[in-house]
């Protein structure tokens, strides 16, 4: 190579048989502590800590719906928000600043229905009114909904079966209110 083009690699990345571009790398140590659920594995105290004597503390006043604490204020599928939080199977995201998503992939068929044939062949025998049977309709919703939500650098998404054509009217609904309280 020439002085005005230097090797941008490491002499020793070059030669055969060396890992190039710093890999394989080594397991990284395991961390200081161990995290576990629900405080199990974690060592108590000797000494639980001693509390003054006084009057039992009352409990803090309910929180108000929309205030950012409390309980589940709205469930869309598998998907709860809770407080400051969006819980899913996948793992907590935070609400502030969630982009929500519902895509419609049902659809509604108009046929009819088989006694509908039965009744008009049957009543066709007897008398010509028989045909008006044929004019029975029925609407058939299938498929579902997906919603989606992605915050802090996670994405969920779930299904929602449609079981009528005002799933998804309904369903956006609740995208909506949980697109309000994401702002």
């Known amino acids: ?19 190039s571009y710093g890999y394989p790398q080594p397991y990284p140590a395991p961390p200081a502590y161990q995290p576990t659920v629900g405080g199990a594995g974690i060592p108590s105290p000797a000494h639980p800590p001693a509390v003054p004597p006084g009057p039992v503390p009352a409990y803090p006043a309910a929180p108000v719906a929309g205030a950012g604490a409390g309980g589940a204020g709205l469930t869309i599928g598998d998907i709860t928000i ?5 819980i899913t199977p996948s793992g907590a995201m935070p609400l502030r600043g969630a982009m929500w998503n519902a895509t419609d992939f049902s659809r ?76």
Not at 82 to 86: E, L, N, P, V
Not at 158 to 164: E, F, G, S
Request: proline share 7%; with cysteine.
């Open 1 to 19: 190579m020439s002085d005005q083009q230097p090797n941008p690699y490491p002499s020793g990345n070059g030669s055969p048989g060396s890992p």
């Open 82 to 86: 809770a407080g400051d939080q969006i």
């Open 108 to 183: 509604t068929e108009t046929k009819m229905p088989t006694h509908a044939v039965v009744l008009a062949i049957v009543f066709f025998i007897f008398c010509l009114l028989g045909l008006l049977f044929l004019l029975m309709k029925e609407k058939v919703t299938t498929g579902f909904i997906q919603v989606t939500v992605t915050s802090g650098g996670r994405h969920h998404s779930t299904m929602i079966p449609a079981t009528d054509q005002n799933t998804f009217h309904w369903v956006m609904s609740m995208v909506n209110q949980a697109r309000s309280l994401s702002i």
